[in-house]
């Protein structure tokens, strides 16, 4: 059923992904060794129905179709009537949702259902029967304040992460949450397996006092952590800098750290990996609840070092409402995201669509691409006050490389079918979908390169996009190629499509990187935002380079948002280059003692995490700016003091 029509049926609105997804049987959406029919889904709920009630709902009357992991029913502080949930629903539910299928028991919580993205399939399924033990006031939050990471690869036996005193070891990790493990019989976490703060120590208790790297191996090992076998992680550098700390420093932060499911690290485009990170900020929440007293709260600063490139880029998709909500709801959490390193990417772009006139854009996907490609168009009113246009008129054509023209309806979605009859693209025109509150086009395109169950590859080269407005208004379309490339320490399956523009320029005049737009360009550097971080109320930080003089210039991949122009007060800039020759940032490896350099803006996320944490969340935003390449003044981070250390340290100079 197509989204208009379900819209007017009363059942939720889709994920626009959905059809894609159905016609190739989910396969870029199975987690490695996952098999099972049931699918998760992250779901935004009616007004009137929060997502305790609805988890309740689900348990009487639709247990053997429809089911909301345990921890639903005893929320965290604060909310308690929060709309958003994640759930995991049978093939036959699953139906139910775009009006197909007879009639399925628990019918009526579709009504309760606003709309829902699609998530991985269910390697594990939530217990119906499973109870959320009621919280014991464990402490550990002397500190006064509880940073949350949410990333891959986190080392947690570094030394960098534990105390040390008395001659024993402990952690200062409150909960470890590794999503990636085989699920624990019964969890209300459903998803891999929690080691709480008792557990965690029994283990560190039987280091020995000069434990070394050999030691945190086999720590490691020992709780079956796998994602930390690489010199370098990602989660260890990250957790690093937001709050890494000498072992014997008595007012080192406690950390609740979570592991996201390798599989969904893997898929770079977060497309299905948002029902995890949603879980896991609960998690964190819930953890630092249990460390106060009963009815106390403390303020919890939780990182998400993790984006990607498509989406609304207006704050409306799910998950950033989800965030929105959550930070309304709890006064005491912040949530921080990094901007993105797509600035240069070319995988943006703007289009003016006045009436009549069609517009042709160009999506070069490359050759031996594993993963599939998409391309996103949002399209926006700008006379109207809330930039929803009516998109009846829109005429959208895509001509495949080698192929015909293929025009595409609005409100349907089509197939084109490969050498081998199956479907190698999607492409779809809707008015209404759950990714966001604008229309939306969708072009979906399997691999270049078959990998895995990939049977049929599509034609690589230059997908034509052709668009043209037979309304009577004026719209513009921002255009989103997805993120799809390579995550450290992750197999190099992707090739990064992107928008291909004669007039855009690379290079200046001199051969150096051109890094302000063109108006006659359609592709554009502008907009390029994370595409998870356009909410109201999360702190967005972006990368900065510094010079030998102690001065500073934005880093030439640190992304920016739609309207860079416009002062924003969570827009803020961190050192992720030491110098112009001197790349990255250091920070922690793996094992204790060992230090890596690594550059983005997930480097620089952290930092405003931790200058949010050491001010016990008093968000004054510092007072130096840098210029972005639009030569708007972003506020600048100032480096911590083992930062500023290690900064000196490796330019030889004393620390």
Not at 104 to 124: C, D, H, N, T, Y
Not at 181 to 199: I, K, L, Y
Not at 376 to 392: H, N, Q, R, Y
Request: with cysteine; aromatic share 6%.
């Amino acid at each position: 059923m197509a989204a208009n029509e379900a819209t007017a049926a009363g059942l939720p609105l889709a994920d626009a992904y959905l059809p894609w997804a159905r016609a190739t049987n989910f396969r870029d959406a199975v987690l490695p060794g996952a098999r099972g029919e049931w699918h998760w889904l992250l779901l935004e709920l009616s007004d009137t129905t929060s997502a305790s009630e609805f988890a309740s709902a689900a348990r009487q009357s639709a247990r053997d179709d429809l089911r909301v992991p345990a921890h639903y029913l005893n929320p965290p502080q604060g909310l308690e009537r929060s709309r958003y949930c994640t759930a995991a629903c049978s093939p036959r539910f699953l139906a139910a949702l775009v009006g197909e299928g007879g009639a399925v028991p628990g019918a009526e919580l579709l009504s309760k259902i606003r709309r829902f993205e699609i998530g991985f399939v269910a390697s594990a399924l939530p217990d119906p029967d499973a109870t959320l033990p009621v919280a014991q006031p464990q402490g550990g939050a002397e500190a006064g304040v509880v940073v949350g990471i949410v990333d891959d690869g986190l080392a947690i036996a570094n030394e960098r992460f534990r105390s040390f005193a008395n001659g024993r070891h402990a952690t200062r990790l409150l909960a470890f949450w590794d999503q990636h493990q085989r699920a624990e019989p019964s969890s209300p976490w459903v998803h891999g397996r929690v080691f709480g703060q008792a557990d965690l120590n029994a283990r560190f208790a039987a280091l020995p006092a000069a434990a070394g790297p050999a030691d945190e191996a086999l720590l490691h090992a020992g709780m079956g952590y796998t994602e930390v076998r690489h010199r370098v992680t990602h989660g260890t550098h990250v957790m690093d800098l937001a709050c890494g700390a000498d072992p014997r420093d008595p007012a080192a932060p406690p950390i609740v750290a979570v592991q996201l499911p390798g599989g969904s690290i893997a898929d770079t485009s977060c497309a299905s990996s948002t029902a995890f990170m949603l879980d896991a900020i609960r998690f964190v929440l819930a953890t630092a609840d249990a460390a106060v007293p009963h009815g106390q709260s403390v303020p919890v600063i939780i990182n998400l070092s993790i984006g990607n490139i498509a989406g609304p880029h207006d704050g409306s998709s799910i998950f950033e409402q989800a965030l929105d909500e959550l930070i309304g709801l709890r006064s005491d959490c912040d949530v921080v995201l990094a901007a993105g390193n797509s600035y240069l990417l070319r995988c943006h772009a703007w289009i003016d669509l006045p009436p009549g006139s069609p517009m042709t854009l160009t999506w070069q996907i490359q050759p031996g691409a594993g993963p599939p490609s998409f391309l996103e168009l949002w399209f926006t009113d700008p006379s109207g006050a809330s930039g929803v246009g009516d998109i009846g008129g829109v005429r959208l054509t895509v001509t495949p490389p080698g192929g015909q023209p293929i025009e595409v309806p609005l409100g349907r979605s089509v197939a084109v079918p490969g050498e081998k009859g199956q479907a190698v693209a999607m492409l779809s025109l809707q008015q209404q979908v759950a990714n966001g509150r604008k229309g939306m086009g969708l072009l979906a395109v399997a691999p270049t390169q078959c990998t895995g169950e990939w049977r049929a590859a599509a034609p690589s080269g230059a997908w034509r996009v052709t668009l043209q407005n037979a309304g009577a208004s004026a719209l513009e379309c921002n255009a989103f190629v997805q993120r799809d490339d390579a995550p450290l320490g992750r197999p190099t399956l992707g090739r990064q499509s992107y928008l291909y523009d004669e007039d855009y320029q690379r290079f200046d005049a001199r051969g150096a990187v051109e890094v302000r737009d063109s108006d006659a360009a359609y592709v554009r550097r502008v907009g390029t935002l994370n595409g998870l971080a356009s909410g109201d109320r999360v702190h967005v930080a972006g990368g900065a380079l510094t010079d030998r003089a102690g001065g500073a210039t934005a880093a030439r991949y640190s992304s920016v948002p739609l309207q860079a122009s416009e002062p924003s007060r969570w827009r803020v800039l961190a050192v992720t280059e030491d110098s112009p020759v001197l790349k990255g940032v250091l920070a922690a490896g793996t094992a204790s003692g060992s230090c890596a350099t690594l550059s983005g803006t997930s480097m620089a996320a952290p930092q405003l995490t931790r200058y949010i944490a050491d001010r016990l969340r008093t968000v004054a935003l510092p007072t130096r700016t840098i210029e972005d390449f639009q030569g708007h003044p972003v506020p600048a981070v100032p480096m911590a003091p083992p930062q500023q250390a290690r900064w000196r340290r490796r330019r030889g100079e004393p620390a």
